[in-house]
């Protein structure tokens, strides 16, 4: 359920409340019963889930470590 950020108009009063998207908007100010204004928040911004995202994550098994190599590279003599 999204949290909506209010100011009154009227007393400068500010809250959240958690609301449904449907909900009507609030209107009263439970302090003065002034007019409310509903502000625009930034949200939260981007929540990444899952692996992989950082270098403290697990990493598939069947991806190679940066800075290692192939085993069979390094094992190759010079031809010389």
């Not at 009227?10 to 007019?35: A, I």
């Not at 502000?39 to 403290?56: E, H, Q």
Request: glycine content about 12%; overall charge positive.
């Amino acid at each position: 359920m999204p949290t909506y950020d209010y100011r009154c108009q009227n007393c400068g009063f500010e809250f959240e409340e958690f609301q449904m998207m449907q909900d009507e908007l609030l209107t009263e100010c439970p302090k003065c019963k002034g007019k409310l204004k509903r502000l625009i928040g930034g949200g939260l911004g981007v929540i990444f889930k899952g692996s992989g995202f950082y270098v403290t994550d697990n990493k598939s098994s069947n991806s190679a470590s940066p800075g290692k190599s192939d085993s069979a590279s390094t094992n190759k003599k010079d031809p010389a």
